[in-house]
């Protein structure tokens, strides 16, 4: 996976800045191009009386874009290029701009009814997280308030197959790119490990995921520090909360094995674990 050219969701609220502020911080350390949208609704075309009505709302429009990509050209700097996309919703919008620039990953920031640090899945992400032709970054609602100054690592959630196994691929030619340390987590999850039997089991899934992990990693070794964990709790949510976490941490997570090939789409486990996450994550395609 490479990482050439960046492309930022803008909207003129708080995720929108949270999105650029990550797609800021991505771009500067990559030395990837960076590109900033905002994706407006499409104007009226309207026949008639109703003309003079629809060219007052085209022209509204184009007045918003314009102080849109003015704050988003001041929060980005001079280097980024700051375009305005005319569609029905703003995640297809930006599906569509992905793939006619050429973007290497689409960033956005977290839905507005979120929890602070954490993240959400609004109307934009979910066509984003669908259907996307690019790995999806999402931020945590607050980021651009307390951002790291640099990412500082990258941690695949691996669970054996082969979407996992081209997840930390990726992740580690990016970290290798970087010069960042990669870390592969497995969670254990297991609701009944109190009792004789569940706790039996649960040793069971830790010394199989142990295995797994180590096999993952054996191959990336020799140019990259891999460190490998296992986390566990009776849910994704306790488990994440169990975990090491670091400001500049970002998690890596590969699409669901029923997603069409060369697309996002988010399964049942990754979308939990977006929910419990304290820093961003990416969701890869799925690779053939």
């Known amino acids: 996976m490479k990482i050439e050219s960046v492309l930022s969701g803008f909207v003129p609220e708080p995720r929108g800045r949270d999105g650029?502020?990550?797609?800021?911080?991505?771009?500067?350390?990559?030395?990837?191009?960076?590109?900033?949208?905002?994706?407006?609704p499409p104007a009226w075309d309207t026949p008639g009386p109703a003309r003079a009505e629809a060219g007052a709302w085209a022209a509204y429009l184009e007045e918003q874009a314009g102080s849109t990509l003015a704050q988003a050209r001041e929060q980005a700097g001079d280097d980024a290029e700051v375009l305005s996309y005319s569609h029905r919703?703003?995640?297809?919008?930006?599906?569509?701009?992905?793939?006619?620039?050429?973007?290497?990953?689409?960033?956005?920031?977290?839905?507005?009814?979120?929890?602070?640090?954490?993240?959400?899945?609004?109307?934009?992400?979910d066509q984003l997280l669908h259907s996307s032709p690019v790995p999806v970054l999402l931020a945590p609602?607050?980021?651009?308030?307390?951002?790291?100054a640099a990412l500082t690592r990258l941690t695949v959630a691996y669970r054996r197959g082969r979407?996992?196994?081209?997840?930390?691929?990726?992740?580690?030619?990016?970290?290798?790119?970087?010069?960042?340390p990669l870390r592969l987590v497995t969670l254990v999850v297991a609701s009944h490990r109190r009792h004789p039997l569940g706790q039996e089991m649960v040793a069971g899934m830790r010394r199989q995921a142990?295995?797994?992990?180590?096999?993952?990693?054996?191959?990336?070794?020799?140019?990259?520090?891999?460190?490998?964990?296992?986390?566990?709790?009776?849910?994704?949510?306790?488990?994440?909360?169990?975990?090491?976490?670091?400001?500049?941490?970002?998690i890596i997570c590969a699409s669901s094995n029923t997603?069409?090939?060369?697309?996002?789409?988010?399964?049942?486990?990754?979308?939990?674990?977006?929910?419990a996450a304290t820093c961003p994550v990416m969701i890869l395609t799925r690779e053939p």
């Open 163 to 180: 979407g996992a196994d081209a997840a930390v691929t990726g992740a580690a030619r990016i970290a290798a790119a970087l010069d960042l």
């Open 141 to 148: 609602r607050g980021y651009a308030e307390d951002a790291p």
């Open 89 to 125: 919703g703003s995640g297809r919008g930006l599906v569509e701009l992905a793939r006619k620039r050429g973007a290497d990953v689409v960033v956005i920031g977290s839905a507005p009814r979120g929890r602070r640090g954490r993240i959400s899945v609004g109307s934009t992400a």
């Open 210 to 250: 142990m295995a797994d992990l180590a096999a993952a990693a054996r191959g990336h070794r020799r140019r990259l520090q891999v460190d490998v964990e296992v986390i566990e709790g009776r849910n994704v949510a306790t488990a994440m909360a169990a975990g090491s976490w670091e400001p500049g941490d970002l």
């Open 259 to 275: 997603a069409p090939l060369r697309r996002v789409f988010l399964g049942d486990t990754s979308i939990k674990i977006v929910r």
């Open 20 to 40: 650029l502020t990550l797609a800021v911080l991505l771009a500067r350390q990559t030395g990837a191009r960076l590109e900033v949208a905002f994706v407006k």
